[in-house]
């Protein structure tokens, strides 16, 4: 009984918090509108959001493709298809660990930090305090945020997917010899502009969107304490990180599966 | 003042994600190729395999074109290939042969033209005569192991 | 006894009658009735979560009363429509007690924060303002500093001229007194005072420290039970003779508000079994 009443208590309060998190939705989009034309707080963020993790996302994107060259390699070597090697690299890159990983990372990185900066804003006064001088934290705050996720994601997960088949062909020319002809053409011959490259920047936009919203959501409703910026940035990362893989299987299935 | 430098780190990262999604669409996938005109050209074979649209078209390792159609001709029952050749390529000679190989063992499939030495060029909507279909690695095994078969067969006879 | 001169609740700045309000199920206020006179310190006295921080949010619009009429300046807050409120805000400044700087700006561009968002004032003259501003409070030299970089009392003093670069009518100070040590204490005290005489603002003070408050008041109110108990010149509510005042005003441990929390009779309390 008191189980079945707890898990009443815990779908309510899910529900509620769903509705805040869209109504936050709602304010924050009408917010980045705002802040649109004020780029030069977009490009601030974009500083903290995209350039703070592009050393991490490069670095994960060469080991990545490093090791899908080498895995790839040794089984494709089996039925004398090492030809195929590029391929393989590519399009495991580009359709999904580039968007997935590089959302991953993002998520850890960017999206955890957003939300300490805003509980902590929330926290002192300082969203408030805007609010008080007359400026809205939704316009000058939480949008321009908004934008730059959205801007920043995508490009972080091309650069992992190019830096990644980089690594791939550091592998698999340089170390098994490979011909260079060879794994650029098989590339070529079996990655479509459209149905590959094309859905992994849709993936990557959509994924950017969820983690930006979860991360600016989380550091908005968080209790403004120490230990409620923390949990909340706790749960930044898991939420976004289980949308990110959820969301994941939904897109491909919806692009690639004809579901 | 620091934002001048924030500015500066920004372009770069916008620039380098740009050049990543450029080299995406160009170097990886198969868009580099199919920029500008191309012309039909069409062969018609007993049996193209696995071969596939946008598979290439090639002479001597390079790429000129690619497989544009597919499709079976009504009276003939043969499969006819449409391939999209490079309007760079326009001097192909009009007795070119096409060939149906495989890129290794296993690998992907894709035609591959031998120029002739005919003084005619060939055109749009052109068809080469002289094909070579795919060579069928089941039927390749099979041929095998009949002839590895036969004197056998023979002494018992 | 000093009664406040004839006139002087004349044109109020702001007005409350019978204010009701909770938070959730917790209420506030039960019938608050509060007039801030025009160009005076009020200071609003109240022991600790009596809500006495809940009026500023209220007067700045922040949070919305479940009745009762509240004026700002003759005009109702918060008035119909944002756009509106914001034009409202434009006239008030804030000084929170955490300070609230933006912790990514230096002390400078805090204080140009509201010019720049609110105004279309070239940069040199948002300069020239600003160092003004810095200048009131004494801390030009500090204006390349990150807010981090000052000590609380410092911070606050920033968070005052920033407050103070749009020219408000009115400054609302959040406990202003809490947390700093006796010199910077003297600091805030003496920049209430004279901002106050200087630019001809209104000023209202929350704060629970009696003696400062008992200072630099020009009209004192006290709150508790979610009403005002007692309200005078500092002269007139140090020698109230109401028991509530007496014992706040002086700080007595015991009196009408309890020591004890209230709780089941000591004696049953003790000999009850334990669960």
Redesign the interface.
């Known amino acids: 009984m008191k189980l079945i009443a707890s898990l009443g208590a815990w779908a309510v309060a899910f529900v509620a918090r769903l509705g805040q998190s869209f109504l936050f939705l709602l304010r924050a989009l009408l917010g980045a509108a705002r802040a649109l034309p004020r780029f030069s707080l977009v490009v601030e963020q974009l500083y903290a959001i995209g350039v703070l993790t592009l050393l991490i996302i490069v670095v994960s994107g060469l080991f990545v493709g490093m090791v899908l060259g080498l895995q790839g390699y040794y089984q494709l070597v089996n039925f004398s298809a090492e030809s195929s090697l590029g391929l393989v690299v590519a399009l495991f890159l580009v359709r999904e660990l580039g968007p997935v990983l590089a959302a991953l990372l993002f998520a850890g990185r960017a999206g955890s930090a957003l939300t300490a900066e805003i509980g902590l804003m929330k926290a002192t006064d300082q969203l408030s305090a805007m609010e008080m001088m007359a400026v809205d934290p939704m316009a000058r705050v939480i949008g321009p945020r908004f934008i730059a996720g959205l801007i920043a994601m995508p490009l972080l997960a091309a650069l992992l997917s190019a830096v990644g088949v980089l690594g791939g062909y550091l592998i698999g020319h340089g170390q098994f010899g490979v011909d260079s002809g060879v794994y650029w053409s098989s590339m070529q011959n079996g990655v479509d502009l459209v149905d590959d490259v094309l859905n992994g920047v849709i993936k990557s936009l959509v994924f950017g969107f969820v983690i930006t919203w979860v991360a600016l959501f989380e550091g908005y409703a968080a209790p403004p304490t120490s230990e409620g910026v923390s949990r909340a940035t706790t749960r930044t990362v898991v939420a976004s990180s289980l949308a990110v893989l959820g969301g994941d299987y939904i897109l491909t299935a919806l692009m690639f599966g004809g579901l | 003042m620091q934002n001048k430098s924030i500015e500066i780190w920004v372009g770069i990262f916008i620039i380098l994600g740009l050049a990543a999604l450029t080299m995406l669409a160009v170097q990886v996938s198969n868009a580099g190729g199919a920029t500008g005109d191309t012309f039909r050209i069409n062969a018609h074979f007993d049996n193209i395999g696995g071969l596939t649209e946008k598979a290439p078209v090639m002479i001597g390792g390079v790429r000129v074109g690619r497989v544009g159609e597919i499709a079976i001709d009504k009276d003939s029952y043969r499969a006819v290939v449409g391939m999209d050749i490079d309007a760079r390529y326009d001097n192909l000679p009009a007795d070119t042969s096409a060939s149906i190989l495989t890129a290794g063992l296993l690998g992907a499939q894709f035609v591959g033209l031998q120029p002739g030495a005919d003084d005619f060029y060939l055109e749009a909507g052109d068809r080469l005569e002289i094909t070579q279909s795919a060579v069928q690695l089941e039927s390749l095994i099979s041929q095998f192991m009949f002839s590895q078969r036969q004197p056998e067969d023979s002494e018992e006879q | 006894m000093h009664s406040p001169a004839p006139g002087f609740f004349d044109n109020p700045m702001v007005e409350a009658t019978d204010i009701h309000f909770s938070f959730g199920q917790r209420p506030i206020y039960s019938g608050l009735n509060m007039v801030i006179p025009r160009g005076k310190i009020t200071v609003i006295l109240g022991p600790s979560g009596c809500g006495k921080s809940t009026f500023l949010s209220l007067v ?1 619009g ?1 949070l919305r009363p479940g009745s009762g009429g509240l004026l700002f300046d003759g005009a109702p807050i918060p008035p119909p429509g944002s756009n509106r409120l ?2 409202m ?2 006239k ?3 000084l ?8 990514d700006l230096s002390v400078f561009d805090n204080v140009a ?2 010019l720049r ?2 105004t279309d004032l070239p940069e040199e003259l948002i300069r020239i303002v600003v160092l003004l501003k810095l200048e009131m409070v004494g801390l030009r030299g500090a204006r390349d500093l990150m807010p981090a970089e000052l000590s609380g009392g410092m911070q606050r003093r920033v ?1 005052l001229a ?1 407050a103070i670069a ?1 020219d408000p009518d009115m400054v609302m100070y959040d406990e202003p007194f809490v947390g700093l040590d006796p010199i910077s204490m003297g600091v805030i005290v003496k920049l209430i005072r004279e901002l106050n005489d200087a630019l001809g603002l209104t000023s209202i003070v929350v704060t629970h420290d009696v003696s400062e408050g008992r200072d630099i008041a020009d009209y004192l109110y006290l709150l508790g039970d979610g009403k005002t108990i007692g309200h005078g010149s500092p002269e007139e509510m140090t020698d109230s003779d109401l028991p509530q005042v007496k014992q706040f005003m002086g700080g007595l441990p015991d009196g009408p508000v309890g020591f004890h929390y209230p709780a089941a009779d000591y004696w049953a309390d003790l000999s009850q079994p334990s669960p």
């Open positions: 700045g922040r914001f034009e805000r434009r008030m400044g804030m929170f007690q955490s300070s609230a700087l933006l912790t924060f509201p968002e609110q968070a920033r749009l």
